[in-house]
């Protein structure tokens, strides 16, 4: 399996409590390699955007609203199978039902202020890196 790169997010609740170093360094630990990162803070416009997807969800107002609440740290990851990778390390969507070890077990508040974020998919995983970052910014 060649390296594959995917799209991550620190999520608002995590920067909030200052635990974007104790995040790095868990995806770091998991075989990970952070090669873009950056700090910013979403406008509603852009939050509604990246998650169109769950437009018609019941939480898409909540989701929208939570991930312009602070600043997100965005990152591309790379690494062996690096989406499903992340994943893992990320564990289950809802806190209650992650693995032990897992950002998500250890760090997460709720099923939806849940820390991080991370694609599901290739075509996601290059959809959602080049929302955020421009070829500039990545390195070869
Ligand atoms: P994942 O982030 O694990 O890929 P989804 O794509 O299903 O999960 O959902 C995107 C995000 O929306 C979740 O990470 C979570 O922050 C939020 N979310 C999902 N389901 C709910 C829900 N039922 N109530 C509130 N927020 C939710």
Same mark, same amino acid.
């Given at each position: 399996?060649?390296?594959?790169?995917?799209?991550?997010?620190?999520?608002?609740?995590?920067?909030?409590?200052?635990?974007?170093?104790?995040?790095?360094?868990?995806?770091?630990?998991?075989?990970?390699?952070?090669?873009?990162?950056?700090?910013?803070?979403?406008?509603?416009?852009?939050?509604?955007?990246?998650?169109?997807?769950?437009?018609?969800?019941?939480?898409?107002?909540?989701?929208?609203?939570?991930?312009?609440? $602070?600043?997100?740290?965005?990152?591309?990851?790379?690494?062996?199978?690096?989406?499903?990778?992340?994943?893992?390390?990320?564990?289950?969507?809802?806190?209650?039902?992650?693995?032990?070890?897992?950002?998500?077990?250890?760090?997460?508040?709720?099923?939806? $202020?849940?820390?991080?974020?991370?694609?599901?998919?290739?075509?996601?995983?290059?959809? $959602?890196?080049?929302?955020?970052?421009?070829?500039?910014?990545?390195?070869?």
């Amino acid at each position: 399996m060649a390296l594959e790169r995917t799209f991550s997010i620190v999520k608002p609740d995590a920067t909030k409590r200052n635990l974007t170093g104790a995040i790095c360094g868990m995806l770091e630990a998991g075989g990970l390699r952070i090669v873009a990162q950056k700090r910013i803070q979403m406008t509603l416009a852009q939050a509604q955007q990246f998650y169109s997807v769950h437009s018609e969800r019941p939480f898409y107002g909540e989701l929208c609203e939570f991930m312009i609440s $602070e600043p997100i740290v965005v990152q591309v990851l790379e690494g062996e199978n690096a989406i499903l990778r992340n994943r893992e390390i990320m564990g289950a969507t809802n806190p209650a039902d992650a693995d032990a070890g897992t950002i998500r077990k250890v760090h997460a508040l709720s099923l939806g $202020e849940n820390s991080v974020h991370g694609s599901d998919a290739p075509e996601t995983a290059a959809e $959602e890196i080049a929302f955020f970052f421009s070829g500039l910014e990545l390195v070869g």
